[in-house]
């Protein structure tokens, strides 16, 4: 089983800012199956990023994300309001799917 | 719209059973691998199983396996987790999902409670 690692836990940043969250993986993640949501209170997750770099239907360019083999980043640019949330990192390459425990996204 | 709606959820006793199903609609349900997540409360997610479009291939996280099983109906566009000998822990919000660019659409979930 890939056990996925996220850092930090939370991070305090205010709107405007920059935001880049990591993601390593216990081994290789095939084909750079990784892919990043987002959830917010209450809603299911909605994925940002797929294949580590490839960005998901409908969500905006200040979202990015980067990496192979075992280290992934996702960097929101410019944080808006709504960016607030936890975000998780995923693994789809090789079952069990497994998710990291989250990176909580607060305002400073 | 492109749309998932799981039901099925509820309060049951340690040991009980629950059937989960998850309806489809918007897209070709039959062309695409279908998966349950959980996410126990205040916790984070977890994947549980999925199933490949013909239901031949399937996969099960540890600690649901022999006690859990993924199908789905393609003629009724659905998906379905029966889950047996529940227990405290398998308490969560249960979604479905679609398997496409990763875990592309998302139900609202479901809740399931297990507990006397």
């Known amino acids: 089983e890939i056990v996925l690692t996220q850092s930090p836990g939370t991070v305090s940043l205010s709107p405007g800012e920059r935001a880049t969250l990591s993601c390593r993986a216990s081994q290789s993640v095939n084909n750079d199956y990784l892919a990043w949501y987002q959830q917010k209170p209450g809603q299911a997750p909605r994925v940002l990023i797929f294949?580590?770099?490839s960005t998901a239907t409908g969500i905006p360019d200040r979202f990015s994300g980067s990496g192979s083999g075992t280290d992934f980043t996702l960097t929101i640019s410019r944080l808006e309001p709504e960016d607030f949330a936890v975000y998780y990192c995923?693994?789809?390459?090789?079952?069990?799917?497994?998710f990291g425990q989250g990176t909580k996204l607060e305002i400073k | 719209e492109v749309q998932l709606v799981e039901s099925g959820g509820g309060l049951v006793q340690p040991g009980g059973s629950l059937r989960l199903s998850c309806a489809a609609s918007g897209f070709t349900f039959s062309s695409y691998w279908m998966t349950w997540v959980r996410q126990a409360p205040g916790k984070g997610l977890e994947w549980v199983a999925h199933i490949n479009q013909d239901g031949s291939e399937r996969g099960y996280v540890d600690s649901v396996r022999g006690r859990c099983t993924i199908s789905r109906d393609n003629a009724k566009n659905s998906l379905y987790l029966q889950m047996n000998s529940l227990r405290a822990e398998d308490t969560a919000v249960y979604y479905c999902?679609?398997?496409?660019?990763?875990?592309?659409?998302w139900g609202q979930g479901t809740m399931v409670t297990v507990s006397s």
């Open positions: 995923q693994q789809y390459g090789s079952s069990p799917f497994t």
């Open positions: 999902a679609r398997v496409w660019s990763a875990f592309d659409v």
């Open positions: 294949g580590a770099s």
